[in-house]
């Protein structure tokens, strides 16, 4: 039998996560040899680790393992674990991964320390403190990690479950995806996935996650037709027991007699506590599938799969979950953070365009609050792919939901242009979508901040520009200024009887002002008339 070498499989990550074991395993099951580097680094020089660090430094040892790491790229059919820091440097990352396919392992800080606890030999750990060291180095190395496309979670799995996995990447079976953990209160971190193709392999990524029990999806009358097959397709293969529950399109189910109808079925299903809620739909089959979730049974587990742009790059993050009341939207509702957000872009082929753009007001938004060169991108050529789209707009809204996961400070900032937004959708008895009117809320938002010296009266008229260019409105017509604003007293996000405005004050830094005065909301809100007398 011949046989064509294949590309070196590379295992890094941080001290502590398995790498050599893994690599070992992995090697012992393709037949392959295996190298630690480590050890090899230790058997040319005839010294401990330890001790190269403490006699000739740390960039001694950098440069030997970057020469064994040249070395080895010629070679093929190994199995390479390497050291903690090998892949830091750029250049190493990229010498690695243009000749091998390279697996980033990771685990939580706590299952890192009980890996080393009997470890004495770990010289960027010596002395105490150990978690705080773990802590600081981790941080330090993330956003090279982070760069390495495969990554693996090994926490509380065993050596055999994570080489497995490996293997089924070597082998080209396991999908590639980028991994964007979110740190929830209380220990309920998760994770979002985000690639394409993802919807097939949602199974596995539960089961990866120790998400398993009996299914029940709901979805929406416009997305099931399209997407609940090939899910339940997924489940039926991987042997998981799953049922759909289909319920009416539309935020004008979003209420408490839906998810009385929802509690129903998971009745029927028998659903118990071992089971899991998964939600395929926009925000509005997200918040309700989430509040069922949080409530029924004093709480399943649950997992987010955003069908809409808008659920992607906001409601699918942050553990909000709520339904309306005949009063107002978001009335009643309950933090129920997911085990898991699988977002796949393929599902937006169907998504009608106008839900697109809407969707797009939110991008711009995160944009203006933290990330201007997401901004400049929609201002000219728009990022590369929609993946690397809804990436950007996601990593800002999971910093802030970090940050302030239940709305004590600066999760405000999300409400960005939203206070004219609500007044707007309201006065309209929702004719104009949200969407559309947060794009007129943001650009009413930064008139009145230039309008106060807050920020140059460029970043209005940029803002404009992208709204514009993103095809959303940037007029309003039909609608009375002094109507809208008597609409914002009755906004559920007003603090004290205070009408609270999130203004910027450049691109990628806006603030909270409760102070500002009903004229210069007016004068905000009449700019946005087609013809607008002055401003
Ligand atoms: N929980 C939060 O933090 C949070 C944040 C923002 C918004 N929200 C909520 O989200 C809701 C808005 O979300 P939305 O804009 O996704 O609304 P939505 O769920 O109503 O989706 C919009 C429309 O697109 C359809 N659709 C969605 N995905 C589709 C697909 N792939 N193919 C075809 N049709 C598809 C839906 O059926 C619907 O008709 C609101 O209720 C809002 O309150 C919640
Ligand atoms: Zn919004």
């Not at 064994?68 to 830091?88: H, M, N």
């Not at 029990?213 to 042997?239: C, E, K, M, R, T």
């Not at 944009?367 to 929609?386: C, K, R, V, W």
Request: charged share 25%.
């Amino acid at each position: 039998m011949t046989h064509s070498p294949s590309p070196n499989i590379v295992i890094t990550g941080f001290m502590g996560v398995g790498k050599s074991a893994v690599g070992r395993e992995v090697a012992a099951r393709l037949g392959r040899a295996f190298i630690d580097m480590d050890e090899t680094i230790e058997r040319q020089t005839g010294m401990s680790i330890a001790d190269i660090f403490a006699q000739h430094g740390e960039e001694v040892f950098r440069a030997l393992e970057k020469e064994l790491l040249r070395e080895l790229s010629f070679q093929k059919d190994l199995v390479i674990a390497t050291g903690g820091g090998a892949l830091a440097p750029a250049e190493n990352r990229v010498m690695a991964t243009r000749t091998s396919l390279v697996v980033c392992l990771t685990a939580g800080v706590d299952a890192i320390l009980e890996r080393l606890e009997t470890d004495e030999s770990r010289p960027l750990l010596a002395g105490n403190n150990r978690r705080d060291k773990i802590q600081t180095l981790l941080a330090r190395r993330a956003a090279a990690y982070a760069e390495i496309p495969y990554q693996i979670d090994t926490t509380g799995r065993t050596v055999a479950e994570v080489a497995e996995e490996v293997i089924a990447l070597a082998e080209g079976n396991a999908p590639r995806y980028l991994r964007l953990p979110v740190a929830a209160p209380g220990g309920r971190d998760y994770d979002i996935a985000l690639g394409a193709g993802l919807l097939a392999h949602a199974p596995r990524l539960m089961a990866q996650r120790d998400v398993t029990g009996d299914v029940i999806v709901v979805s929406d009358a416009n997305v099931a037709p399209h997407w609940s097959y090939p899910l339940l397709d997924a489940f039926a293969q991987a042997g998981v027991r799953a049922k759909l529950i289909t319920l009416p399109a539309g935020e004008a189910h979003k209420n408490l007699d839906t998810i009385r109808r929802l509690y129903d079925r998971f009745l029927e299903a028998e659903l118990d506590r071992s089971g899991v809620v998964v939600a395929l739909g926009g925000g509005v089959i997200g918040d309700m599938a989430g509040f069922a979730a949080a409530t029924y049974l004093r709480g399943v587990r649950f997992v987010q799969i955003p069908t809409s742009l808008l659920a992607m790059v906001d409601a699918s993050v942050g553990g909000k979950t709520g339904v309306d009341l005949p009063q107002g939207k978001n009335l009643v509702g309950a933090f129920k953070q997911p085990e898991l957000v699988i977002i796949d872009p393929d599902v937006l082929a169907t998504l009608p365009p106008e839900e697109f753009r809407n969707g797009l007001a939110e991008v711009i938004k995160h944009g203006i609050i933290a990330d201007p060169e997401l901004f400049t991108q929609l201002e000219t050529s728009g990022p590369s792919s929609l993946e690397a789209l809804i990436a950007r707009a996601l990593r800002v809204k999971i910093g802030i939901v970090q940050r302030d996961p239940f709305e004590a400070g600066e999760r405000a900032h999300l409400n960005l242009g939203h206070t004219f937004a609500h007044a707007i959708e309201r006065v309209s008895d929702y004719a104009i979508p949200h969407g559309q009117a947060v794009a007129l809320g943001l650009i009413a938002a930064a008139r009145l901040a230039a309008g106060r010296g807050l920020c140059p009266p460029e970043i209005p008229r940029r803002i404009e520009a992208v709204v514009e260019r993103l095809g959303l409105p940037t007029t309003l017509s039909g609608y009375d200024p002094a109507a809208i604003l008597a609409a914002m007293g009755t906004d559920k996000k007003r603090k004290q009887g205070k009408v609270r405005f999130v203004l910027p004050r450049a691109i990628g830094d806006v603030g909270v002002y409760d102070d500002v005065r009903k004229d210069e909301v007016l004068t905000a809100l009449h700019s946005l008339l087609p013809n607008p007398s002055h401003g």
